[in-house]
């Protein structure tokens, strides 16, 4: 399986750099380029759409392997939903990318295509399994795929930056999983995107001959973050021979997954985020403040901070990469790489930068550019608290053995459904404010017009072995809009 993944991994690599090459030539005959602008960093216009032929390559090199080995067609085969969901979810991950590469999305429009990827992925491959609870795992998943997905696209602001930090995360990924289930079908995976990306970052280094765009980095970060949940499923070790972990034991993969593959992405969202909410900024507009343009304000050149990034990448996946043999290895190591973690957080916040705009300050302020993050993580606690309650309401508080994964696959549709159509009626971007009771009829229409759509998509999507209840789905339908009103209430406040 080795020789294999060496295979798939160099015919990636391959078929990457020409497709990358391609796309290359025809965007600048076609004049699709990044222009020069204010708030980014490059200094000439450069072609775009990379990213397509990162994808491209990816799914050619996993069907190619489908096609030439035995060995990986069982491996998919006995993975079939997974590997089906992480295709689903990649493909809309880059539609979305490439369409807002073209027509710029709204806020609301991004956010509720980057949920649909997510949901999609958790009701195709019935949801993860991380803490053992379906709600709690479902709200997990959903934030985490939406995190990352957002975090790789803020750190694709500097040639070289984003690919070379990710193409780490999957060689670490990879290596975890050389560790506890060699050959499974997340290390071959994980090394064939690992060869995608890398055919792209030959061309991506400073000075960058393309660039990715968003097609490219919510592919990529959606990639990075399925493949982070579901590292953990082949898990299976005996618990009893020097400490190894047990497949129960799930969550502590995940979470040293997380952390050591995502290092770096996650570390200038934090850092981009915190400083633009201190200032009561957006943390989604852009600027000239990530941890690249940091490091070039204290003098590194593009080279050198594409090597810090790279080094930085390694030691985070390295460790988790090593600890990945035993439970007392992987808790110490996960303290330690949340200790890094916080220590360059808060080394990049203190680095000086010179803010293009007029920095703006204020508690007040700073809740508003903060406050449609809260908004969206409690409205996505909400559906699951509904959907879940509905069937403990249901069934006594015992939910019956043939009904225990209706949870874990209508969950991610109710919360597709319901995030959709708050996004699209700028909900968490609005003041829950003014007047009161408008704001919470307003509220309640929205919640009662998700609901109702998510009832009816997950009654179309039934099969025998996808049941759900009707009762349930209707203390939901009621108890969803509710909790939607109560908490405007609570957290009304004067406009």
Request: positive net charge; contains cysteine; glycine residues 10%.
């Amino acid at each position: 399986m080795l020789k294999l993944a060496f295979i798939l991994w160099l015919g990636a690599l391959g078929l990457s750099w020409i497709l990358v090459r391609v796309t290359r030539n025809v965007a600048r005959m076609r004049g699709w380029v990044a222009p020069v602008r204010g708030d980014r960093w490059h200094a000439h216009a450069t072609p775009l759409f990379g990213g397509v032929g990162i994808a491209v390559a990816f799914f050619v090199a996993l069907a190619m392997g489908r096609g030439i080995s035995d060995e990986f067609r069982d491996a998919t085969s006995a993975n079939a939903a997974l590997a089906i969901a992480l295709v689903v979810g990649a493909i809309g991950a880059v539609v979305t990318g490439l369409c807002d590469d073209i027509v710029h999305f709204r806020p609301g429009a991004k956010l509720a295509a980057q949920c649909g990827c997510a949901c999609a992925f958790l009701w195709i491959c019935g949801g993860v399994d991380i803490t053992g609870s379906a709600p709690v795992d479902s709200v997990i998943a959903l934030l985490w795929i939406v995190t990352v997905m957002n975090a790789v696209n803020m750190l694709d602001n500097m040639d070289g930056a984003a690919t070379s930090a990710v193409t780490v995360g999957f060689l670490g990924i990879a290596g975890i999983n050389w560790f506890l289930a060699p050959g499974s079908f997340v290390f071959i995976v994980a090394l064939i995107a690992a060869g995608a990306t890398l055919g792209f970052l030959v061309q991506n280094l400073p000075r960058a001959k393309i660039f990715m765009g968003d097609a490219g980095s919510l592919f990529l970060g959606f990639l990075l973050a399925a493949l982070v949940l579901i590292c953990a499923r082949p898990v299976a070790i005996d618990a009893n021979t020097n400490g190894m972990l047990e497949s129960s034991q799930g969550w502590l993969v995940t979470i040293i997954a997380a952390t050591g593959s995502a290092f770096v992405p996650l570390a200038d969202m934090t850092v981009v985020s915190t400083a633009r909410i201190r200032r009561g900024q957006s943390p989604m507009v852009g600027g000239r403040d990530h941890t690249t343009h940091r490091l070039s304000q204290m003098g590194f050149s593009g080279g050198a901070i594409v090597l810090i990034i790279v080094a930085t990448a390694t030691v985070s996946a390295g460790i988790a990469v090593a600890a990945a043999t035993g439970v007392v290895a992987m808790t110490l190591a996960i303290g330690v790489l949340l200790a890094c973690f916080a220590v360059i957080v808060g080394g990049m916040l203190r680095a000086c930068v010179r803010m293009d705009d007029a920095a703006v300050s204020g508690a007040p302020r700073r809740l508003a550019a903060f406050a449609p993050f809260a908004k969206g993580v409690i409205d996505v606690v909400m559906i699951a608290v509904a959907v879940n309650a509905g069937y403990l309401i249901r069934w006594d508080f015992t939910i019956p053995p043939e009904l225990a994964n209706s949870v874990a696959w209508s969950l991610p549709v109710a919360m597709a459904c319901c995030v959709s159509v708050n996004a699209f009626a700028g909900t968490y971007w609005k003041q829950w404010g003014g007047n009161r009771w408008n704001g919470v009829k307003q509220g309640f229409l929205s919640a009662l017009l998700g609901a109702v759509i998510a009832v009816i998509l997950i009654a179309a999507l039934w099969s025998p072995d996808r049941l759900f209840s009707r009762v349930a789905l209707g203390y939901f339908l009621v108890g969803y809009p509710v909790l939607t009103a109560v908490m405007r209430i609570l957290f009304w406040r004067k406009a």
